[in-house]
């Protein structure tokens, strides 16, 4: 009997080989019936502040899910601080985002974002990853100003916050309507699971997404190539693997 794994994607940019390894029977050969969930039905309304009201870990505390990858540093806190679930490796894919200003913005490099409010999802991966690339830019911890938003797009935009660290493919919209790249992103997902994933079914899960990978690598370069132009909301629709 095939046993049923629910997972809830944490960016359908970068979930690409958990949609392959579903799509193509990966799972299946593995004993296993994955569901994958694309998106938290709440949208905007549920990245609130506090991670541990969002979808992803209340379902996965009410025992709904079994599976949810996050960035590497906000697995580490949502295990030790919910109390529950614990971590069965890094997600296959490394995660790109990019801090970004609008285009009449007078800032120009990350050192000038010193005490200057950045839009942020708070304990998620950008979160963590700007702390990094400002501090690498010689901003001092106690002079970076992160602001959670709902909608960090909307907030930059807006002009609610004068830069925002974004993950795609908020990214190429924000570029869309003008916005300029000050530094790009790069953070590693970490895979976190309920109680009652036994290393087995981890083993299996993990064997399945490497599959997955092996399967959709020699095509990456060459719908990166075919996709470069396209908005997000085109994108559907053109042919490529997941």
Same mark, same amino acid.
């Given at each position: 009997?095939?046993?049923t794994? =629910?997972v809830?994607s944490? @960016? ?6 958990w949609?392959?390894a &579903? ?8 004993g296993?019936d &994955? #569901?994958?969930?694309e998106?938290n039905?709440k949208?905007?309304a549920?990245?609130?502040e506090?991670? @541990? #009201?969002r979808w992803?870990?209340t379902?996965l505390s009410g025992g !709904?899910?079994e599976?949810?990858?996050?960035c #590497? *540093?906000? $697995?580490i806190e ?9 971590i069965?490796g /890094?997600?296959?894919?490394a =995660?790109?985002?990019?801090?970004m200003?609008?285009?009449? +913005?007078?800032?120009? %490099?990350l $050192?000038?974002l ?5 839009a942020v999802? *708070?304990?998620?991966?950008t979160f963590?990853? !700007?702390i990094? !690339?400002?501090?690498?830019a010689g901003v001092?911890y ?6 959670h !938003?709902?909608? =960090?797009?909307?907030?930059l935009l807006d002009?609610e916050?004068?830069a ?5 493919p /908020?990214v +190429?919209?924000?570029? %869309?309507a003008g916005a300029?790249?000050l530094?790009? /992103?790069? *953070?590693?997902?970490?895979i ?7 290393d #087995?079914?981890a ?10 990978v092996s399967?959709?690598g020699p095509r990456i370069a060459a719908?990166e190539?075919?996709l470069?132009?396209? =908005?997000?909301?085109?994108? @559907?629709? /053109?042919?490529?693997?997941?």
């Amino acid at each position: 009997m095939k046993r049923t794994i =629910r997972v809830q994607s944490d @960016s359908n940019a970068h979930d690409r080989p958990w949609r392959v390894a &579903v799509e193509q029977g990966f799972f299946k050969d593995e004993g296993l019936d &994955v #569901e994958y969930y694309e998106d938290n039905p709440k949208g905007v309304a549920g990245r609130v502040e506090k991670f @541990s #009201e969002r979808w992803k870990e209340t379902q996965l505390s009410g025992g !709904a899910l079994e599976v949810y990858p996050v960035c #590497e *540093w906000g $697995a580490i806190e949502r295990v030790q601080q919910l109390g529950h679930g614990r971590i069965i490796g /890094l997600d296959t894919t490394a =995660r790109t985002g990019a801090i970004m200003v609008r285009a009449d +913005s007078k800032i120009k %490099s990350l $050192a000038e974002l010193r005490n200057v409010p950045i839009a942020v999802t *708070w304990h998620a991966g950008t979160f963590y990853a !700007a702390i990094e !690339a400002l501090e690498a830019a010689g901003v001092p911890y106690k002079e970076i100003n992160l602001v959670h !938003a709902n909608d =960090r797009l909307k907030a930059l935009l807006d002009g609610e916050t004068e830069a925002a660290a974004l993950m795609e493919p /908020l990214v +190429s919209r924000a570029a %869309s309507a003008g916005a300029r790249k000050l530094a790009d /992103l790069r *953070w590693r997902g970490g895979i976190v699971v309920g109680d009652d994933v036994d290393d #087995e079914t981890a083993d299996r899960l993990m064997r399945a997404l490497n599959r997955a990978v092996s399967c959709v690598g020699p095509r990456i370069a060459a719908d990166e190539t075919r996709l470069r132009g396209h =908005r997000p909301q085109q994108i @559907s629709g /053109l042919g490529f693997i997941a």
